[in-house]
């Protein structure tokens, strides 16, 4: 069973924490947190809001879908409204740290409301949480705490908008740091890059493809969220994961225009393409010419 925690309130109350002091946002002191308090709804949970959260000097094991992940120094983590998630062992959960929890109520009539949706690292797995250097993690600390600051006290006309213009930075920081990690695992990443290679001449290896290989399809062999997939791909060759699949497509109905006497609709439905107009849209836009008047060209 999934527990459901609508409200930012709930999440105080499920804790037993002083109830928030604003209800569309809370920052969380993560020392004074105990898990154990109604522990078997952590064993697989999703709200109905933004959760941001550093931790330092952690212990314990958290899951998203199959993938497990133990912590280390300087953890920063991003989850979206109604991800999934589950923690285990929560009786030896020692962290400190912070949690910043956002309803999306809280963004309504700023920019921040559109923004935030554009940050792919809220649909990130786990697994794929940043790891901040020395350096990164003072800055997201102070970001932390001065939100915190801001929050604890009175609040009046203007403390939505520092607030908000502090999460804006932090933000921004958190995009940053992810880029400089895709850099920094390069060894990874370029082995990654392999395997999705990989990965798509043994789609087309076989027959009878109902369907285009996605990105999910990718994802899913790697272990991964689509969402880091994707931006680890443009950050080393410039193109997301779906253009890599269509690039991958494209070479290939190249070679079966070449080399087979197979009609278009008949390479298209061989691709996975459901129907053949859509390969012609495709093909066209990517190579400027049709495949017929490619395969013409090549006579």
Known sequence: MIHYIKTISEFHELMQLPKPRHPLISVINLQQVDMTTNKTIWESYRANFYTISVKS?????????????????????????????????????????YALSISPDFLLHHPLAKKIKQYDFFSYQVSEALHLSDDEQYIIFKLFEAIKTEYENNMDGFSQEVILSNIDLLL????????????TRKNFHNNLISRVEELLSE??????HENLPSVQFLADELYLSPAYLSDMLKSYTGISAQQHIHEHVINKAKELLTITDLSVSEIAYELGFQHPQSFTKLFKKKTDVSPLKFRQSFN
């Open 203 to 208: 789609y087309y290896s076989n027959e009878n």
């Open 172 to 183: 921004v920081h958190i995009n940053r740091y992810y880029n400089r990690q895709f850099i």
């Open 57 to 97: 000097g952690v212990t314990g094991k958290m899951k998203y879908g199959q993938n497990r992940f133990d912590f280390d120094e300087g953890v920063l983590m991003c989850v979206g409204p109604n991800q999934v998630l589950s923690v285990e062992n929560v009786e030896e959960i020692d962290m400190l740290g």
